[in-house]
């Protein structure tokens, strides 16, 4: 154990190293092809190699080519830096190594507890077992709408477990086009079908239009289908759009819905000062996705599906055979009852530490900050007379585009972020919206400036000149 002793404390320092970095380094580098054929090309040793060996391949060969979203200039997507509570305490979590399906250990009376304090930090209703942590929000999705697909098939007198889809009216579920695609891949792993899963038309904010959503689901009822399920976003990927929840969930208690709200980057959003408003209603849904691993930077592999009635998830997927029951597991039984997976990682460790490390002033503190930022640069944008802003700024998304010249905007906002990203100082991604090649900027990362934002607009500048 010394071996291990003394490269623990070398994977520590090299760990502390690399964050203390971040800034100076190339927010993003392409990685040689030289490194590329080493990490991918290489042969499982025949014989053990020491962990200090390891090490220093990490150090050399891993390391130097992150994603970037450990950089304060990292806009890209919805990748936040990881937040140093949840890396101290990741080697921990493996050196337990426990299965957090079930049972009686740390993992999941840890998971009871972080479940409970995401339900309650944004306001959602937490009966205990309401809820579980995923490998993502992609997961977390896979299990509302398989629980939403079961209460509905019981409300009509059959069980869709036992009998699968055929021989029942095809269910129906509505979410607009600004709607995250893990809503449409897990309608589509649920046997739903692409094409019931209904495009409800936004207004001029790319906010649901929930007067066309009541029209559709009495047309496909009139028609025979069986409306089951609207999802709405609070926080789209990409413009930081929140629906009118709570328009959205008089329509679903009219008709009878299960409520989804998809909040995976942007639930937390509902803490920053003014920004309650935009999210009456989200506390009504029958299950919200919420993502650690996003806005409060928990490092990645960590979802959570909250269910505002215990037993739905339980009931769709619980299934326990002779060599996994627990007679003291307790009314709420095993998590893996709750969701697909059996074998589940110590999730909660991270997410205890980093919400912990933070403090709920601190978590409200880096959503005001990154929501802030959003702001501004949309601010910057309105003045200049080389951006536009598409829509205003709700979340820590701000939605723009470059507009230098009157003609090729689509193909040269395209290009920009490819552009942008070579050149090593900043790094955004591209998106449509509204029919428009666009340009969008993430804010989640706590150690950016307005300075930062400044260097942002000038690279695009200088990146589109070379276009
Ligand atoms: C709004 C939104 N919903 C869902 C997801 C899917 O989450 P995950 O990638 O954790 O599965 C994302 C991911 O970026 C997202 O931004």
């Excluded at 019931?196 to 066309?212: E, F, I, K, L, S």
């Excluded at 460790?349 to 002033?361: C, F, I, N, V, Y």
């Excluded at 700024?393 to 689509?410: K, M, N, Q, W, Y």
Aim: charged share 20%.
């Amino acid at each position: 154990m010394d071996e291990l002793r003394v490269a623990g404390a070398k994977a520590a320092a090299i760990m502390a190293d690399h964050l203390a970095d971040d800034g100076d380094r190339p927010v993003w580098q392409p990685v040689p092809a030289g490194e590329r054929a080493w990490l991918s090309g290489q042969n499982l040793p025949d014989t053990g190699r020491p962990l200090d060996e390891l090490l220093e391949d990490v150090r050399a060969h891993v390391l130097p080519y992150p994603m970037g979203n450990g950089h304060p200039r990292f806009f890209g997507w919805v990748n936040s830096p990881p937040n140093p509570a949840g890396v101290v305490v990741e080697p921990l979590a493996a050196a337990l190594n426990p299965s957090c399906a079930g049972g009686d250990h740390a993992g999941p009376h840890l998971e009871r507890a972080v479940v409970r304090w995401l339900a309650d930090l944004v306001g959602f209703p937490h009966p205990p077992g309401g809820g579980l942590l995923t490998s993502g929000a992609s997961m977390a999705t896979i299990i509302c709408l398989a629980s939403a697909r079961r209460r509905a098939a019981l409300a009509d007198g059959w069980d869709a477990r036992e009998e699968g889809l055929s021989g029942h009216p095809p269910m129906v579920m509505y979410v607009t086009d600004e709607g995250h695609s893990c809503l449409h891949k897990a309608a589509q792993l649920l046997g739903l079908g692409a094409r019931h899963v209904r495009a409800v038309p936004v207004d001029d904010a790319y906010r649901m239009d929930v007067g066309a959503l009541r029209a559709m689901v009495s047309e496909d009822r009139a028609a025979g289908l069986r409306p089951f399920c609207v999802a709405g976003s609070a926080g789209t990927v990409n413009s930081g759009a929140v629906d009118p929840l709570n328009e959205i969930a008089d329509v679903a208690a009219e008709h009878g819905l299960w409520f989804h709200v998809d909040g995976a980057y942007g639930a937390l959003g509902v803490l920053a000062d003014g920004a309650a408003p935009h999210y009456a209603g989200m506390e009504r849904a029958d299950s919200l996705a919420m993502d650690p691993h996003k806005w409060l930077g928990v490092p990645v592999g960590c979802g959570c599906a909250l269910l505002r009635d215990a037993s739905a998830a339980r009931t769709a997927f619980s299934l326990v055979p002779s060599y996994l029951v627990d007679d003291n597991a307790g009314d709420l039984g095993w998590f893996a009852e709750y969701g697909p997976e059996q074998t589940r990682p110590f999730r909660a460790l991270k997410t205890w530490a980093t919400m912990s490390h933070l403090g709920r002033a601190g978590i409200k503190r880096l959503v005001d900050h990154t929501s802030g930022l959003a702001r501004t640069l949309a601010d910057m944008v309105a003045e200049s007379g080389d951006f536009e802003l598409l829509t205003p700024v709700t979340t820590s998304i701000t939605a723009f585009r470059h507009i230098p010249r009157e003609d090729g905007l689509d193909a040269l906002n395209r290009a920009i972020p490819g552009a942008v990203q070579a050149r090593g100082n900043a790094f955004l991604t591209g998106t449509r919206l509204g029919g428009r090649d666009a340009l969008r900027a993430c804010f989640l990362h706590p150690d950016t400036t307005e300075r930062d934002l400044a260097i942002l607009l000038d690279e695009i500048r200088l990146a589109a000149k070379t276009l």
